[in-house]
């Protein structure tokens, strides 16, 4: 929206962030400077292989004017710390009957407003700062693909609490026809939590992300640099370690996101916190749901855990990947099938089929003989030759189930009729010859594929003009 067009809020409303937003603006700046540093480094260790001469190459530049060196660190700490402090001051935010409003920038000044009927999630974020300062921010994010959120922060935990509370009753109130009438939401209690439905515990978490692909197949990677590191016996050592540290980076980061994962059931949906370094509580309503995927790797099997995660209205997915994003965590990183199953029934409660329960733990064992499925074709057999027998496709009056996979990996994906965008059959050249299709459900967003793969061209051809009329009835219903 044009500034325009943004509709004009009285000064009284508009209120600052906390200070502590100065300060970490300020560091943010320095850690990027600290960063460039630090990949100049690695490159420079990578080409010498050695740490002393690295060092040495850092250091002899600047040997007789470290005074210099030492007052242009001080010149940039300074400069960023007046930075930080003049974004604060004419950094702030307003909530009012037409939405809510963000203003910043020293010299070019910027005003971002989002009104409540495009308001999809709320969610407190709290990186390691944050955490350290007692304070957080407020992500409110619009419906869409490609839309930017809007960041209310930094405020104290309290604070963002009591805003998120006031701004989703404000946003409730409009969905249902009323007016906004917004309150004073500086003097509303913190509701509870909800009832606790899943709580991940560290030996869990720990034993997911042993027997995960990612980290036996970056252990197996390890391994195989340092033998032919030994192998070829050209002193070579700084490689293989700089990628042993890079395989260990990427478990560790999987380990912050998804620790201390709690879900919980509210009026408003399922309740999500997690994080180690960035914290994050987002709460996902069933009705902006648009497809969920229940998956087990194979050595997940000996524990019976499964991971569940989903695709949202907002256009983000809650699934494996916080690029320090927090949006992309799993709804439930690694849970019994009681637990997942509970999960999806409060997102999904009706399935379109007379017993949920029975329908769900058949379709996840891959047992067709009640749950109605189309299965692959045994000529699928030589494109897929361990999972063909388990896969198949469902269509209820409520949304579609795909299944997938033996005892490697099984997978099973719930797709709302309503909330694709559209439906594709596709056919690769050795499908062709095989008389077999894909069946692709293109959504919002997703970043797993929504597509059952190898079926029968027959079957794709018939699924997708069931599905269409599925598609368009259901959309007409809850569109009417």
């Not at 955490?131 to 409110?140: F, I, K, Y």
Request: proline letters at 4%; aromatic letters at 10%.
């Amino acid at each position: 929206m044009s500034t325009a067009e943004i509709p004009a809020v009285p000064e009284e409303l508009w209120q600052p962030v906390s200070k502590w937003t100065s300060v970490r603006r300020a560091l943010s700046v320095l850690a990027i400077i600290l960063l460039w540093v630090l990949v100049i480094f690695v490159r420079k260790l990578e080409d010498k292989d050695n740490l002393r001469e690295t060092l040495a190459s850092f250091i002899e530049p600047i040997a007789g004017y470290y005074w210099l060196v030492f007052a242009g660190l001080a010149a940039v700490v300074a400069a960023t710390a007046l930075y930080g402090y003049l974004d604060w001051r004419h950094r702030s935010f307003a909530v009012s009957d037409s939405g809510v409003h963000v203003r910043y920038g020293v010299l070019m000044k910027k005003h971002k407003h989002m009104r409540w009927d495009r308001i999809q999630k709320i969610d407190v974020r709290r990186r390691l700062f944050d955490r350290l300062t007692g304070q957080g921010s407020l992500a409110v994010a619009p419906g869409g693909i490609h839309l930017e959120n809007l960041e209310i922060g930094l405020l104290s935990v309290a604070d963002c609490q009591k805003l998120r509370t006031e701004l989703l009753a404000v946003v409730a109130r409009v969905r249902a026809g009323q007016a906004p009438q917004v309150g004073d939401w500086a003097s509303r209690s913190v509701e509870n939590e909800g009832e606790e439905i899943y709580r991940l515990s560290f030996s869990r978490l720990a034993g997911s992300l042993i027997f995960s692909l990612t980290a036996v197949s970056g252990l197996f990677s390890v391994a195989i640099s340092i033998w032919l590191y030994k192998a070829a016996e050209t002193g070579g050592f700084w490689a293989p370690l700089i990628f042993a540290i890079t395989v260990a980076i990427n478990i560790f980061r999987n380990f912050a996101r998804a620790w201390g994962t709690r879900v919980a059931v509210t009026p408003d949906g399922l309740h999500m916190q997690s994080g180690l370094i960035s914290y994050q509580a987002q709460t996902i309503p069933p009705g902006r749901v648009h497809a969920v995927k229940l998956s087990q790797p194979g050595l997940w099997k000996l524990f019976g855990w499964w991971k569940l995660e989903l695709v949202t209205a907002d256009g983000m997915n809650i699934t494996e990947s916080a690029s320090g994003d927090p949006n992309k965590s799993p709804l439930i990183p690694a849970g019994t099938l009681e637990e997942v199953l509970l999960a999806t029934w409060v997102l999904m409660p009706d399935l379109g089929v007379p017993d949920r329960e029975v329908f769900l733990r058949e379709a996840l064992s891959g047992d067709f003989q009640v749950a109605g499925f189309v299965p692959a074709p045994r000529a699928s057999r030589w494109l897929d030759p361990i999972g063909w027998k388990r896969s198949g496709v469902a269509l209820t009056t409520r949304l579609a189930v795909l299944r997938h996979g033996r005892w490697w990996r099984r997978r099973l994906i719930l797709v709302l009729h309503q909330h694709y965008q559209s439906l594709v059959a596709k056919q690769g050249p050795v499908q062709r010859q095989l008389g077999l299709a894909t069946l692709n459900f293109a959504m919002v967003s997703s970043t797993f594929k929504v597509e059952q793969q190898n079926m029968s061209l027959t079957d794709v051809q018939q699924l997708l003009e069931t599905e269409n009329q599925a598609g368009k009835a259901a959309r007409a219903a809850a569109n009417p």
